[in-house]
């Protein structure tokens, strides 16, 4: 069975400040994806990127970057000199290629609080 | 944004009665999914469609059917709800054309069964 670990809970950061939520899967498979998602306050779940993993690649979107390592069975999503706007609950997610569509299991997510 | 609508968007129902819980979408995708969201969990599979009257059960699937009459609609129906039921369930879509695309997610629906 799959499942996806988020062992931060909570992290509270002081803007501007770095911060890298940690992610780690565990699947059979060998051909699966990999997703985040955003929660702010209001409640809506915000896609913000999808991986292959056939694709090691570390990707860089403005102020986010993701880092994929299979060895370590780990997709780590860093935010770059955070903002207040960051603050949310993020979620890690994994979808293996042979189930129904896009049936996904999610971690159990990490709020972020960026103080000003 | 992705046509997903869910209503209601908050319930608050009594132990034992039946609830039932809609989702609209209006880009004809062919997989739509119910997830319940509880703290810790994070979004847990009830139950999913693959197609018009082509279900199948999720992780927590346990209190909860589903209809899915037409593409456009599916229903979540809680048959007696329990106080264990209250959570925050979304409803999401995914496009057929592309496999294992991202999903797309409605707004929620905060349910509480007192």
């Known amino acids: 069975a799959q499942k996806v670990t988020q062992a931060q809970t909570e992290i509270s950061v002081v803007e501007k400040e770095d911060v890298t939520l940690d992610c780690v899967y565990e699947t059979r498979d060998t051909t699966y994806y990999l997703f985040w998602y955003k929660q702010p306050p209001s409640g809506e779940l915000v896609f913000l990127i999808r991986?292959?993993?056939?694709?090691?690649q570390n990707e860089i979107s403005g102020r986010y970057s993701w880092n994929f390592q299979k060895s370590t069975s780990s997709f780590n999503f860093t935010i770059t000199a955070s903002q207040v706007v960051d603050s949310a609950v993020y979620f890690c997610a994994l979808s293996e290629v042979n189930n129904a569509g896009n049936m996904l299991t999610f971690g159990g997510g990490t709020r972020l609080m960026v103080k000003p | 944004d992705a046509g997903i609508t869910q209503s209601p968007r908050h319930k608050v129902t009594e132990t034992g009665t039946p609830v039932t819980l809609r989702c609209h979408q209006t880009e004809n995708h062919r997989y739509m999914y119910w997830y319940r969201q509880d703290p810790g969990h994070g979004l847990r599979l009830i139950h999913y469609?693959?197609?018009?009257?082509?279900?199948d059960k999720g992780e927590v699937s346990d209190g909860y059917s589903v209809s899915r009459s037409k593409t456009e609609d599916f229903l979540l129906t809680l048959e007696s709800a329990t106080s264990s039921q209250t959570s925050v369930y979304f409803c999401?879509?995914?496009?057929?054309?592309?496999?294992?695309?991202?999903?797309?997610f409605g707004q929620g629906t905060r349910l509480t069964v007192v």
């Open positions: 469609s693959y197609g018009v009257k082509d279900t």
């Open positions: 999401a879509i995914s496009d057929p054309g592309g496999l294992n695309t991202e999903a797309f």
């Open positions: 991986r292959n993993s056939f694709d090691e």
